[in-house]
């Protein structure tokens, strides 16, 4: 029973928060406190040691720490910086962290490519009339939380998470 928590809870909310943030240009707050939940709940679950629990606690500290450094200077949201901590507690000290970071990083700048592209391009009047995509072309933002995601679903597979249901 558990193994449907470890193949549906992380998934279902790295795909939410690139959605939402999507959509709305938020992160609620609520995405990173169950991934924290979340994890605590699993690392019990599948009985990992205070030592191994303690790594993955200082990879998400890491994270927020560079992460909040990157807000201080207007370079990433604070949802975004939230998410990527909170990711990175499931990664934990490990070479799936170092993946990650790459993977949202090169993601992350597609995505800004795309989006910088896509700004500088007229909007036919039926897609001008949803508002979503307004807030999107009219914004300075970009929605990194889709990068974020999506590293997320692509690193996921290959963590001890999903390698001990397999096995």
């Given at each position: 029973m558990f193994e449907y928590f470890l193949?549906?809870?992380f998934p279902f909310l790295m795909i939410y928060s690139g959605a939402s943030d999507l959509f709305s240009m938020t992160i609620p707050n609520l995405v990173s406190?169950?991934?924290i939940s979340g994890f605590v709940v699993a690392a019990y679950a599948v009985g990992l040691?205070?030592?191994t629990i303690l790594w993955h606690f200082i990879a998400f500290a890491v994270v927020l720490g560079f992460?909040?450094?990157l807000f201080a200077i207007g370079q990433m949201g604070a949802g975004d910086v939230k998410l990527a901590a909170s990711t990175a507690l499931w990664f934990g000290w490990s070479f799936h962290l170092m993946e990650y970071i790459l993977m949202f990083s090169i993601i992350g700048a597609?995505?800004?490519i795309a989006f910088i592209f896509a700004?500088?391009?007229f909007?036919?009047?039926f897609v001008g009339e949803v508002e979503w995509f307004v807030r999107l072309y009219n914004s300075n933002k970009y929605p990194y939380g889709l990068a974020l995601g999506a590293a997320g679903l692509l690193v996921?597979?290959?963590t001890f998470w999903m390698q001990s249901i397999i096995v």
């Open positions: 193949m549906i809870f406190m169950l991934l040691d205070f030592s992460g909040f450094a597609i995505v800004t700004r500088a391009r909007v036919p009047q996921y597979p290959s």
